[in-house]
C-alpha cells in the first residue's frame, strides 16, 4: 500500500469515528444492531473508478476500513453477502449469490480475508440476492439493515423494489441503504428510490463518504422535536401522546407523550433515522402526518398543525343521571369521534362538531364550534323524573310531538307494575294498552309534563 492510500485510510476510520459516538443505537436500547454488506460482484464492477483504480478494489478497501471501525461495538454484528462472482457473464446466471460469511461476534478479520479473494464476473441479480438475504438474518429481534453497493441495475427481471418492500413490511429488515458506485444517471437514481435510501459514488472520495454516512446511520439514533402548532402557527400545544409507526410495516415503534421544556420549547426525543415515519397525535380527532422523513446527524423540527381549544359539558342543578355521556362526531359525518361525560372538559381539535347527547330525549346540536385557546360550554336543563304505576301489567311507549309528529322516546314495559324515568324537561304522551287486553280497542293515551327537578306520577 503506497502513502497516499494509507493516508486516505486513516482519513476514513478517523472520520468515521468521529460519526460514531460512544452511545450508538444498539448500545442505547440493548439490542443488537446487525449490518448485512450485500455487495455486487458482477463485470462492471472492474470498470475505472477515478484514479486508475477499478471499483471492486475501492468498495474492498473501503469495506475493510469500515469493517474495522465496527469492529470496536459490541453489540453490532455484521455479515457479507455477494453476488455476480462464481459465474461467468456469459453464463447470465440469475442465482449466482451466496453469504460467504454470517453473523457472529468478530467476523471482521473474515469478512476482511473473504473480500481479498472475491473477483467480478458475472450479472446483477439484486431481486433475488435482496430475497435470499431475508435468510441471513438470525431474527427480528434486532435492528436487522443492508447495506447494498453496486454498480448496475437489475438484469434478472426481478423486482427490487417489490422484494425490499416485503422485508420491510414483514419486519425482516430496515429500509435498506443504496450506495451506486461509479457514474450514476437520473435513470439508476429513480430505479433505486422504490428500494431504499439511496447515495451516489462516482468517486472514491464520494464513496467513503456515503459509507461513512450510511455507517453512521445505522449506527446512531437521530435528535427531533415535534412542533404541535396552534392557528397561529406557534408550537404551543403540547401534553398529548404521539405514536411513531414504520410507515412500510406499519409497526408501533416509539411513544412519547408531548412536553413543553423548561425554556419553553417542545422537548427533544431520539428517533431511528432509518425509518421512514407515520406520526400519529392522538388529539380528539387524532392528527396523522405521513412520510416524515429525517436527516441524519441533524436536529429535526417535525412541525404539525394541532391547534385546539375546550368542550365542556355541564348539567343545570342536581342532576339524576347516574352517568349522562354525549357522543361527538365531526360535522357532517356519522362515525363516532368520541364520548364525554357530563360534567366533564375535554380537549379538542379546532373545528365544527356534532353532539348527541345521551338524555331521554336524545338531544342533537349541529355546529358546535371549538376555537383555539377558548373553551365552549354546553349545558342541559336539569331533568325532572317520570314515575308510572299500574294496577296490571301494560305494553307502550313514550313519545315526543316534533312537528306535528309522534318521535320515540323510550318503550316502557311494566313487568313490575312500575318504572321509574329520567327524564328531559317538556310535554310528553304516553301510548299504552294492558297485556291482558288482546284487542287494539284497548288503546289508551295520554299527555303529561315532565318539569325539571320535579316528579310527575302516571297512575295507569
Known sequence: MNHALIRFSLCFTFSLSLLLPAKVWAQQNGNKTRILFLLDASGSMLAQMDKGKDRMDVAKRLLSSALDSLAQYNNVEVAL????????IVDQNC???????????NNHGDIKKKLQTISPKGTTLIAYSLTQAANDFPDKNARNIIILITDGLEECKGDPCAVSEALQ?????????????GAMTDDFRKAFECVGRFYDASTEATFANALNVVVSQALNTTTAQVNLLDIYSKPSETNVNMSFYDSHTGLLLYNYLHVINDRGYPDTITLDPTVKYTVV???TPQVIKEGVELVPGKHNIIGIDAPQG????????????????????????????????????HKMLVGKYELEILTLPRMKLSQITINQSTTTNISVPQPGKLNILSGTEIWGAVYQMVNNKLELVCEIDLVNKTQTITMQPGIYKIVYRPKNMSRSYYTFERE???????ATTLNL
Open 310 to 345: 375546550y368542550l365542556k359539558l355541564s348539567c343545570e342543578g342536581i342532576t339524576n343521571y347516574p352517568r349522562l355521556e354525549c357522543i361527538i362526531r365531526k360535522g357532517g359525518e356519522i362515525q363516532t369521534m368520541y364520548v364525554q361525560e357530563f360534567n366533564s372538559t
Open 448 to 454: 303529561f309534563k315532565i318539569t325539571s327537578a320535579y
Open 169 to 181: 413490511r414483514n419486519g425482516v429488515a430496515l429500509r435498506p441503504f443504496i450506495i451506486g458506485v
Open 95 to 105: 442465482k449466482d449469490t451466496k453469504l460467504e460469511v454470517g453473523f457472529k461476534a
Open 81 to 88: 453477502r455477494v453476488y455476480g462472482h462464481q459465474s461467468p
Open 281 to 283: 397525535v392522538h388529539t
